[in-house]
């Protein structure tokens, strides 16, 4: 059961971590451990998407070249109406703060996935996501 | 197509004026290309119909019910259009990768007591497998305080004993699983009842009391008073009253390459026209006409509509005009919030174990879905889906550790359906009341919208796979000798 918070509580709490993990990334960098970051994808996220060029996952949008992307922007994947809407960009801030609580934080979503709690392995998997799609070097 | 209504008198009727604005200004001009206009029907050009619509059928929904409904549809010459409003067949059942492992997310299980979707085995030749923990070496049940850990064996006769007791009405409220009239006294007399209710009235030892009230929330899928009782005993009917063939019908035999594999089987044997990532949001019935709107797109005509979806959605689609009270009712109040299913990956080999939890916090039941190299793969299921998440490993790790002290997870996974709003639920049969207050209307059609679904009908399994089917391909049937 999902009972929408009041948005604007939400807006208000999603702007201080967002500020909150700017901060933190603009700090230091963060032990980045795309490694681990793998075996986390594999565990949470692979069961729906794909970090495929052009090949969506089963129920969800492709991954690739996710960081930096737009909201909603995947070919061939129907997004919801509130995911839609979402016009900031997927910056490693704003995937911080979805993948805690996915439904929670953008309510409505089509991501029936209950959240990534646990710190570092959210951290590992941004940054497993942000070397998909990077250009080849 | 003119659609300057003809009247030999000159002069527009009030109806037929207010019908012409509806169709003008309702739901777009591009919907005058698909639907006859009320002129046309006035006049009396019924067989224009056929052709004038874009589909014969559409089907909504592509899960089991859908893709059923659908390859009969079509296979009965009709010209159908399945519409799924993900970009994947299945519906309810969903398999996939974890870990590298296959998985199912969804509905799982399948057996010959189950006519409809082992026919569908059958003449697909596909291939089945055994799931571990369904017959498992060791057992232990946590009721409370108390713990009890045994072989399998050593302790058998007294779980067939507490079942049978549970169950012993089960031939006399269902004689017949696929006609509820035949002993509706009996189920209409104990519909009020819940699971939980039902244990109160039987005496049971600790062992027996902790693992049957597990069994039962995992059918339940919810705990167990808020599951309805009738709903339980109509499973064990199906399983010939019998409890070794209730745990083979509801937890040993997987298909190996997936429930998807046999959707998108029995959908390509049709050869319908699938639709994916088509959400449909409005259903309009008009002159004997259905018009259905998938989101960001124009409506499609058809004479005929069949809806297979879980009843929770239905409340979440605009219907012109307007669904029953009963069934808006019944997707509002007719299920009980669902449990979670989860699979975890712990380390080490456990063998074949099933493990049950009751009366405590993170109850639940849970076996070995999967025999690994130096793993195992576990399957639960928890009714109270507050209380463990299913994507956090210290906290599933915490309710095993209730059964292995030891034990360490590497990886655990759940989709959580009751969020899915495709979805909004699992396989949760009616909660108590739901026999004589939600069942007969919710399979009830209405005009030209024709009721399929899992969990819609008086066919034996519903909630199933294989009511499903049952469901999909009786309800093509029908709509086929309607449209004939």
């Not at chain 1, 918070?5 to 980045?32: F, K, M, N, Q, Y």
């Not at chain 1, 089509?110 to 709690?117: P, Q, R």
């Not at chain 2, 006294?185 to 030892?205: T, V, W, Y």
């Not at chain 2, 167990?224 to 409890?243: K, T």
Request: charge should be neutral; include cysteine; proline fraction near 5%.
């Amino acid at each position: 059961m999902v009972t929408g918070p009041d948005s604007r509580a939400v807006r208000r709490i999603g702007a201080t971590v967002l500020l909150i993990a700017v901060a933190s990334l603009a700090r230091a960098e963060p032990p980045c451990d795309a490694t681990a970051g793998a075996e986390v994808f594999a565990t949470k996220c692979a069961t729906c998407h794909t970090v495929l060029a052009g090949q969506n996952g089963p129920v969800g949008p492709s991954l690739f070249g996710v960081v930096g992307r737009r909201p909603a922007s995947v070919g061939g994947y129907a997004y919801s109406p509130s995911m839609s809407s979402r016009r900031e960009p997927w910056t490693l801030a704003v995937l911080d703060w979805f993948l805690i609580d996915p439904l929670g934080r953008v309510p409505g979503t089509n991501m029936a996935f209950t959240g990534l709690k646990n710190d570092s392995a959210r951290a590992a998997v941004i940054c497993y996501l942000a070397d998909q799609g990077r250009a080849a070097p | 197509m003119s659609s300057q209504p003809a009247d030999p008198s000159g002069s527009m009727s009030r109806r037929r004026f207010l019908e012409s604005a509806v169709t003008a200004t309702g739901s777009g001009l591009a919907l005058l290309a698909a639907a006859p206009t009320s002129a046309e029907a006035a006049t009396g050009q019924k067989h224009k119909r056929a052709t004038q619509t874009d589909y014969d059928v559409i089907v909504i929904g592509g899960g089991f019910s859908g893709v059923t409904a659908a390859r009969d549809c079509k296979k009965n010459s009709l010209r159908t259009l399945l519409l799924e409003a993900k970009s994947r067949l299945g519906g309810r059942t969903f398999d996939t990768q974890f870990r590298g492992h296959h998985i199912e997310l969804g509905g799982t299980w399948v057996h010959w007591t189950q006519p409809s979707v082992w026919a569908e085995i059958e003449r697909y030749g596909i291939e089945v497998e055994e799931t571990p923990g369904a017959v498992p070496d060791r057992v232990v049940v946590v009721d409370g305080d108390e713990r009890s850990a045994f072989a399998t064996e050593s302790r058998i006769n007294e779980i067939v004993v507490a079942m049978t007791s549970y169950f012993s009405e089960s031939a006399l409220v269902w004689e017949r699983p696929y006609d509820s009239s035949y002993s509706w006294k009996e189920i209409e007399k104990r519909d009020a009842m819940s699971a939980a209710d039902r244990l109160m009235q039987i005496q049971l030892n600790p062992m027996q009391r902790g693992f049957l009230r597990s069994v039962l929330e995992a059918m339940a899928h919810c705990p167990a008073d808020q599951a309805s009782y009738v709903e339980m005993l109509r499973w064990y009917a199906l399983s010939l009253n019998n409890w070794g063939t209730a745990v083979d019908a509801l937890s040993r035999y997987k298909m190996s390459a997936g429930t998807g594999a046999l959707a998108r089987r029995i959908a390509a044997d049709g050869g319908a026209e699938v639709r994916f990532n088509a959400p449909v949001t409005r259903v309009e019935q008009r002159s004997g006409v259905v018009l259905v709107t998938p989101r960001g797109a124009p409506a499609i005509s058809a004479r005929a509509v069949i809806l297979a979806l879980p009843p929770r959605v239905l409340k979440n689609i605009e219907f012109a005009p307007g669904l029953s009270d009963g069934k808006i009712a019944a997707a509002r109040a007719a299920y009980p919030t669902p449990g979670i299913k989860f699979y975890a990956e712990v380390k080490g080999r456990l063998g074949k174990v099933e493990w049950a939890a009751a009366s405590t916090p993170g109850a639940g039941l849970f076996w070995t879905y999967a025999e690994l190299e130096r793993s195992t793969l576990l399957v639960g299921f928890v009714p109270r889906p507050n209380e463990v998440d299913g994507n956090d490993e210290s906290a599933v790790q915490a309710v095993l550790r209730k059964f292995e002290p030891d034990l360490e997870v590497l990886g655990c996974t759940s989709y959580a359906w009751g969020s899915d709003p495709y979805a909004l639920g699992t396989y949760t049969g009616f909660t108590p009341g739901g026999m004589t207050r939600y069942f007969a209307e919710l399979a009830r059609s209405e005009g030209q919208i024709f009721m399929a679904g899992g969990d819609i009908g008086d066919n034996g399994w519903r909630n199933f796979i294989d009511g499903a089917i049952t469901r999909g391909a009786r309800i093509a049937r029908e709509v086929s000798e309607r449209l004939a």
